[in-house]
Protein backbone atom coordinates (compact mmCIF):
# COMPACT_ATOMS: atom_id res chain seq x y z
CA UNK A 1 0.00 0.00 0.00
CA UNK A 2 1.78 3.33 -1.02
CA UNK A 3 0.56 5.07 2.01
CA UNK A 4 3.25 7.68 1.58
CA UNK A 5 1.83 8.81 -2.12
CA UNK A 6 -1.77 8.66 -1.56
CA UNK A 7 -1.65 11.29 1.57
CA UNK A 8 -1.41 15.09 0.31
CA UNK A 9 -0.92 18.31 2.86
CA UNK A 10 -3.41 21.39 2.16
CA UNK A 11 -0.69 24.11 1.62
CA UNK A 12 -2.65 26.97 2.92
CA UNK A 13 -0.60 28.95 5.24
CA UNK A 14 2.56 27.53 5.01
CA UNK A 15 4.15 29.81 2.53
CA UNK A 16 3.46 32.79 5.06
CA UNK A 17 5.28 30.51 8.36
CA UNK A 18 7.56 28.30 6.95
CA UNK A 19 8.85 30.57 4.34
CA UNK A 20 9.28 33.28 6.39
CA UNK A 21 10.72 30.75 8.56
CA UNK A 22 13.58 29.20 6.35
CA UNK A 23 14.20 33.14 5.65
CA UNK A 24 15.52 33.87 9.18
CA UNK A 25 17.03 30.33 9.59
CA UNK A 26 18.85 30.52 6.17
CA UNK A 27 20.33 34.29 7.43
CA UNK A 28 21.51 32.61 11.06
CA UNK A 29 23.86 30.56 8.70
CA UNK A 30 24.80 32.88 6.24
CA UNK A 31 25.80 35.85 8.57
CA UNK A 32 27.87 33.86 11.15
CA UNK A 33 29.37 32.75 7.40
CA UNK A 34 28.60 28.55 8.87
CA UNK A 35 27.60 25.56 7.49
CA UNK A 36 24.76 23.13 8.34
CA UNK A 37 26.68 20.00 8.34
CA UNK A 38 27.88 19.07 11.83
CA UNK A 39 31.60 20.01 10.58
CA UNK A 40 34.57 19.23 12.60
CA UNK A 41 31.98 19.58 16.13
CA UNK A 42 30.38 16.34 14.72
CA UNK A 43 33.77 14.71 13.69
CA UNK A 44 34.78 15.12 17.23
CA UNK A 45 31.79 13.91 19.25
CA UNK A 46 31.37 10.68 16.63
CA UNK A 47 35.11 10.04 17.81
CA UNK A 48 34.51 10.15 21.36
CA UNK A 49 31.46 8.16 21.03
CA UNK A 50 32.53 5.64 18.58
CA UNK A 51 35.70 4.65 21.19
CA UNK A 52 33.18 4.86 23.85
CA UNK A 53 30.64 1.94 22.11
CA UNK A 54 33.77 0.17 20.82
CA UNK A 55 36.36 -0.21 23.97
CA UNK A 56 34.09 -1.70 26.39
CA UNK A 57 33.90 -4.69 23.92
CA UNK A 58 37.39 -4.53 23.46
CA UNK A 59 38.23 -4.81 27.14
CA UNK A 60 35.81 -7.55 27.66
CA UNK A 61 37.09 -9.98 24.91
CA UNK A 62 40.75 -8.96 25.91
CA UNK A 63 40.94 -9.45 29.73
CA UNK A 64 37.71 -10.92 30.59
CA UNK A 65 37.08 -9.39 33.48
CA UNK A 66 34.74 -10.53 36.57
CA UNK A 67 30.82 -10.37 36.54
CA UNK A 68 30.81 -6.61 38.29
CA UNK A 69 33.38 -5.22 35.82
CA UNK A 70 31.86 -6.95 33.08
CA UNK A 71 28.46 -5.64 33.61
CA UNK A 72 29.62 -2.14 33.71
CA UNK A 73 31.46 -2.24 30.77
CA UNK A 74 28.56 -3.26 29.15
CA UNK A 75 26.33 -0.94 30.54
CA UNK A 76 28.97 1.68 28.99
CA UNK A 77 29.18 -0.19 26.11
CA UNK A 78 25.26 0.43 25.64
CA UNK A 79 24.91 4.01 26.27
CA UNK A 80 27.91 4.08 23.36
CA UNK A 81 25.62 2.21 21.13
CA UNK A 82 22.90 4.71 21.82
CA UNK A 83 24.65 7.85 21.47
CA UNK A 84 26.15 6.62 17.87
CA UNK A 85 22.34 5.98 17.25
CA UNK A 86 21.44 9.56 18.36
CA UNK A 87 24.37 11.72 17.24
CA UNK A 88 26.14 10.00 14.18
CA UNK A 89 23.77 7.48 12.42
CA UNK A 90 20.61 9.55 12.80
CA UNK A 91 22.04 12.66 11.73
CA UNK A 92 24.43 10.78 8.29
CA UNK A 93 20.93 9.17 7.45
CA UNK A 94 19.30 12.28 7.34
CA UNK A 95 22.08 13.64 5.27
CA UNK A 96 23.10 16.51 7.36
CA UNK A 97 26.24 14.62 9.15
CA UNK A 98 28.53 15.96 5.84
CA UNK A 99 27.82 18.16 3.07
CA UNK A 100 29.54 14.77 0.87
CA UNK A 101 26.62 11.89 0.10
CA UNK A 102 29.69 9.12 0.39
CA UNK A 103 30.40 10.73 4.32
CA UNK A 104 26.62 10.30 5.22
CA UNK A 105 26.19 6.62 3.68
CA UNK A 106 29.55 5.65 5.65
CA UNK A 107 28.46 6.91 8.93
CA UNK A 108 25.05 6.16 8.05
CA UNK A 109 25.92 2.95 8.00
CA UNK A 110 26.96 2.76 11.51
CA UNK A 111 23.07 1.53 12.01
CA UNK A 112 24.77 -1.89 11.49
CA UNK A 113 26.58 -1.60 15.28
CA UNK A 114 22.95 -1.13 16.75
CA UNK A 115 21.74 -3.97 15.34
CA UNK A 116 19.76 -1.82 12.63
CA UNK A 117 19.30 -1.76 8.96
CA UNK A 118 19.77 1.63 7.34
CA UNK A 119 17.55 1.24 4.10
CA UNK A 120 14.68 0.56 6.76
CA UNK A 121 15.23 3.36 8.99
CA UNK A 122 15.10 5.72 6.04
CA UNK A 123 11.80 4.62 5.09
CA UNK A 124 10.15 4.27 8.26
CA UNK A 125 11.95 7.22 9.67
CA UNK A 126 12.81 9.62 6.79
CA UNK A 127 10.30 8.82 5.05
CA UNK A 128 6.93 7.82 6.56
CA UNK A 129 7.55 9.37 10.18
CA UNK A 130 9.01 12.62 9.23
CA UNK A 131 6.77 13.04 6.82
CA UNK A 132 3.54 12.07 7.98
CA UNK A 133 4.13 12.09 12.41
CA UNK A 134 1.35 10.63 14.83
CA UNK A 135 -0.65 9.55 11.71
CA UNK A 136 -2.08 6.30 12.32
CA UNK A 137 -1.42 3.30 9.88
CA UNK A 138 1.55 5.27 7.93
CA UNK A 139 3.82 6.78 11.22
CA UNK A 140 4.84 3.70 12.02
CA UNK A 141 6.58 5.17 15.13
CA UNK A 142 2.28 5.30 16.70
CA UNK A 143 0.86 2.54 14.46
CA UNK A 144 2.38 -0.26 16.31
CA UNK A 145 1.44 -3.62 15.74
CA UNK A 146 2.70 -4.74 19.38
CA UNK A 147 -0.83 -6.03 20.90
CA UNK A 148 -0.47 -4.78 24.82
CA UNK A 149 1.07 -1.28 22.78
CA UNK A 150 -1.82 1.84 22.12
CA UNK A 151 0.96 4.49 21.03
CA UNK A 152 -2.66 6.43 18.89
CA UNK A 153 -5.78 7.19 19.94
CA UNK A 154 -7.20 5.40 16.03
CA UNK A 155 -5.11 2.22 17.79
CA UNK A 156 -8.02 -0.78 19.14
CA UNK A 157 -7.95 -0.45 22.39
CA UNK A 158 -7.86 -3.55 24.74
CA UNK A 159 -7.98 -3.89 28.39
CA UNK A 160 -4.37 -4.36 28.69
CA UNK A 161 -3.78 -0.75 27.65
CA UNK A 162 -4.98 0.30 31.14
CA UNK A 163 -1.75 -0.34 32.84
CA UNK A 164 0.78 0.33 29.71
CA UNK A 165 2.18 3.10 31.55
CA UNK A 166 3.40 0.92 34.66
CA UNK A 167 5.36 -1.70 32.22
CA UNK A 168 5.90 0.76 29.45
CA UNK A 169 10.09 1.19 30.06
CA UNK A 170 10.82 -2.74 29.97
CA UNK A 171 9.03 -2.68 26.38
CA UNK A 172 11.41 0.22 25.30
CA UNK A 173 14.18 -1.83 26.18
CA UNK A 174 13.39 -4.54 23.59
CA UNK A 175 13.63 -2.14 20.25
CA UNK A 176 17.24 -2.69 19.01
CA UNK A 177 16.71 -6.44 19.88
CA UNK A 178 13.23 -6.72 18.31
CA UNK A 179 15.99 -5.51 14.81
CA UNK A 180 17.12 -9.10 14.90
CA UNK A 181 13.83 -10.53 13.48
CA UNK A 182 11.76 -7.02 12.35
CA UNK A 183 14.14 -5.70 9.65
CA UNK A 184 12.87 -8.55 7.74
CA UNK A 185 9.43 -8.68 8.67
CA UNK A 186 9.70 -4.92 7.54
CA UNK A 187 11.95 -5.33 4.35
CA UNK A 188 9.59 -7.37 3.34
CA UNK A 189 6.79 -5.38 3.63
CA UNK A 190 8.80 -2.07 2.18
CA UNK A 191 10.00 -4.26 -1.35
CA UNK A 192 6.17 -5.92 -1.65
CA UNK A 193 4.58 -1.93 -1.88
CA UNK A 194 6.72 -0.66 -3.68
CA UNK A 195 8.85 1.83 -1.44
CA UNK A 196 11.87 0.26 -1.57
CA UNK A 197 12.39 0.55 -5.60
CA UNK A 198 10.79 4.72 -4.48
CA UNK A 199 14.24 4.66 -2.59
CA UNK A 200 15.66 3.28 -5.84
CA UNK A 201 16.98 0.57 -4.33
CA UNK A 202 16.75 -3.18 -5.71
CA UNK A 203 14.66 -5.20 -3.15
CA UNK A 204 16.05 -8.36 -3.88
CA UNK A 205 20.30 -6.60 -2.96
CA UNK A 206 18.52 -5.28 -0.27
CA UNK A 207 17.19 -8.66 1.74
CA UNK A 208 20.64 -10.19 0.73
CA UNK A 209 22.97 -7.25 2.27
CA UNK A 210 20.42 -7.30 5.05
CA UNK A 211 21.17 -11.29 5.55
CA UNK A 212 24.49 -11.02 5.59
CA UNK A 213 24.77 -8.10 7.53
CA UNK A 214 22.94 -9.71 10.70
CA UNK A 215 24.98 -12.85 10.28
CA UNK A 216 28.02 -10.46 10.95
CA UNK A 217 26.72 -8.88 13.54
CA UNK A 218 25.89 -11.95 15.20
CA UNK A 219 29.13 -13.15 14.37
CA UNK A 220 30.71 -10.73 16.19
CA UNK A 221 28.95 -9.99 19.15
CA UNK A 222 28.14 -13.52 20.04
CA UNK A 223 30.27 -15.82 17.83
CA UNK A 224 33.74 -14.05 18.66
CA UNK A 225 33.55 -14.22 22.40
CA UNK A 226 32.33 -17.80 22.67
CA UNK A 227 35.14 -18.39 20.54
CA UNK A 228 37.72 -16.51 21.95
CA UNK A 229 36.67 -15.98 25.72
CA UNK A 230 36.42 -18.47 28.55
CA UNK A 231 32.86 -16.98 29.29
CA UNK A 232 29.58 -19.85 28.83
CA UNK A 233 27.54 -19.17 26.02
CA UNK A 234 24.58 -17.99 28.55
CA UNK A 235 26.83 -15.40 29.77
CA UNK A 236 27.64 -14.36 26.70
CA UNK A 237 23.81 -14.39 25.94
CA UNK A 238 23.47 -12.23 29.16
CA UNK A 239 25.92 -9.68 28.21
CA UNK A 240 24.36 -9.34 24.70
CA UNK A 241 20.75 -8.87 26.04
CA UNK A 242 22.91 -6.16 28.58
CA UNK A 243 24.20 -4.28 25.68
CA UNK A 244 20.73 -4.09 23.73
CA UNK A 245 18.20 -3.35 26.40
CA UNK A 246 20.41 -0.38 27.52
CA UNK A 247 20.68 1.39 24.22
CA UNK A 248 17.36 0.16 23.48
CA UNK A 249 15.57 2.19 26.48
CA UNK A 250 17.59 5.52 26.11
CA UNK A 251 16.40 5.11 22.28
CA UNK A 252 12.57 4.38 22.53
CA UNK A 253 12.74 6.86 25.34
CA UNK A 254 14.44 9.67 23.81
CA UNK A 255 12.27 9.20 20.67
CA UNK A 256 8.80 8.74 22.56
CA UNK A 257 9.16 11.51 24.30
CA UNK A 258 9.01 13.78 20.91
CA UNK A 259 5.14 12.95 19.96
CA UNK A 260 3.31 10.69 22.82
CA UNK A 261 3.21 13.47 25.21
CA UNK A 262 0.42 15.72 26.77
CA UNK A 263 -0.30 18.80 24.29
CA UNK A 264 0.90 17.26 20.99
CA UNK A 265 -1.85 16.09 18.37
CA UNK A 266 -2.92 13.36 16.05
CA UNK A 267 -4.95 14.67 13.04
CA UNK A 268 -7.39 12.97 11.34
CA UNK A 269 -7.47 12.64 7.31
CA UNK A 270 -10.33 14.41 5.66
CA UNK A 271 -12.98 12.62 3.45
CA UNK A 272 -10.11 12.46 1.14
CA UNK A 273 -7.80 10.65 3.11
CA UNK A 274 -5.64 14.11 3.07
CA UNK A 275 -4.81 16.46 5.84
CA UNK A 276 -6.24 19.18 6.13
CA UNK A 277 -3.44 21.47 7.28
CA UNK A 278 0.15 21.89 5.46
CA UNK A 279 3.46 20.29 6.29
CA UNK A 280 4.68 22.45 8.61
CA UNK A 281 2.29 23.10 10.50
CA UNK A 282 1.83 19.40 11.05
CA UNK A 283 5.15 19.40 12.05
CA UNK A 284 4.71 21.77 14.76
CA UNK A 285 1.49 20.28 15.95
CA UNK A 286 2.65 16.94 16.92
CA UNK A 287 6.24 17.18 18.04
CA UNK A 288 7.24 18.48 21.09
CA UNK A 289 11.03 19.05 22.79
CA UNK A 290 12.73 18.90 26.20
CA UNK A 291 15.02 20.20 28.52
CA UNK A 292 15.99 22.96 25.77
CA UNK A 293 17.98 24.35 28.76
CA UNK A 294 20.36 21.72 28.94
CA UNK A 295 23.57 21.38 27.31
CA UNK A 296 24.32 17.62 28.01
CA UNK A 297 21.14 16.40 27.31
CA UNK A 298 21.18 18.17 23.59
CA UNK A 299 24.95 16.79 23.15
CA UNK A 300 24.18 13.60 24.72
CA UNK A 301 20.37 13.21 22.70
CA UNK A 302 21.92 14.40 19.20
CA UNK A 303 19.96 17.32 19.58
CA UNK A 304 16.54 15.27 19.66
CA UNK A 305 15.47 17.06 22.54
CA UNK A 306 14.86 19.87 19.90
CA UNK A 307 12.33 17.83 17.82
CA UNK A 308 10.48 20.59 16.89
CA UNK A 309 13.55 21.73 14.72
CA UNK A 310 14.72 18.38 13.89
CA UNK A 311 11.10 18.48 12.17
CA UNK A 312 10.82 21.75 10.46
CA UNK A 313 14.83 21.20 9.16
CA UNK A 314 16.19 17.40 9.41
CA UNK A 315 18.71 18.30 6.63
CA UNK A 316 20.14 20.66 9.12
CA UNK A 317 22.70 18.72 11.45
CA UNK A 318 21.57 18.40 15.09
CA UNK A 319 24.45 20.27 16.30
CA UNK A 320 23.01 24.00 15.22
CA UNK A 321 19.46 22.94 16.41
CA UNK A 322 20.33 24.57 20.32
CA UNK A 323 20.97 28.25 18.27
CA UNK A 324 18.28 28.31 15.94
CA UNK A 325 15.58 27.20 18.53
CA UNK A 326 14.85 30.86 19.31
CA UNK A 327 14.49 31.96 15.89
CA UNK A 328 11.61 29.16 15.55
CA UNK A 329 9.78 29.49 18.86
CA UNK A 330 9.76 33.22 17.77
CA UNK A 331 7.97 32.34 14.53
CA UNK A 332 5.80 29.97 15.69
CA UNK A 333 5.04 33.25 18.03
CA UNK A 334 4.44 35.38 15.53
CA UNK A 335 2.03 33.96 13.52
CA UNK A 336 0.06 32.32 16.46
CA UNK A 337 1.07 28.56 16.08
CA UNK A 338 1.81 26.19 18.81
CA UNK A 339 5.39 25.83 20.21
CA UNK A 340 5.42 22.50 22.37
CA UNK A 341 8.26 21.61 25.17
CA UNK A 342 9.00 20.43 28.50
CA UNK A 343 11.26 22.61 30.68
CA UNK A 344 12.82 19.19 31.91
CA UNK A 345 13.51 15.65 30.82
CA UNK A 346 11.63 14.41 34.05
CA UNK A 347 8.42 16.39 33.34
CA UNK A 348 8.56 14.92 29.51
CA UNK A 349 8.86 11.46 30.87
CA UNK A 350 6.22 12.14 33.00
CA UNK A 351 4.00 14.04 30.29
CA UNK A 352 4.66 10.44 28.15
CA UNK A 353 3.34 8.39 30.94
CA UNK A 354 0.10 10.94 31.65
CA UNK A 355 -0.63 10.51 27.63
CA UNK A 356 0.00 6.37 27.48
CA UNK A 357 -2.37 6.45 31.20
CA UNK A 358 -4.64 8.58 28.35
CA UNK A 359 -4.20 6.28 25.46
CA UNK A 360 -5.33 3.25 27.91
CA UNK A 361 -8.39 4.29 29.14
CA UNK A 362 -11.24 4.78 27.43
CA UNK A 363 -13.63 6.65 29.28
CA UNK A 364 -10.01 9.15 29.49
CA UNK A 365 -10.13 9.20 25.77
CA UNK A 366 -14.02 10.52 25.46
CA UNK A 367 -12.33 13.45 27.58
CA UNK A 368 -9.36 14.34 26.49
Do not use: C
Amino acid sequence: MKMSEQIKFQHKGESDFFNHLQKKVNAFFKERGIAKDGGIKLITKSVFLIILFITPYIVVISHQPGSVIAVLLLIMMGIGKAGVGMSIMHDALHGSFSKKKWVNNLFGGSLYLLGGNPVNWQIQHNVLHHTYPNIYKVDEDVSTKAYILRLSPESELHHVHKYQWLYILPLYALMTLSFMVKDFRQLYRYNKSGETRRQQRNPSVEMFKLTVAKILYLGTVIGVPWIFTQYSFAEILIGFLIVHFTAGLILTTVFQLAHVVEGVEYPERNVNGDLNTSWAIHQLATTSNFSPKSRFIHWFTGGLNFQVEHHLFPHISHIHYRSIAPLVKETAREFGIAYHSESTLWSALISHLRMLKVLGRKEELEMA
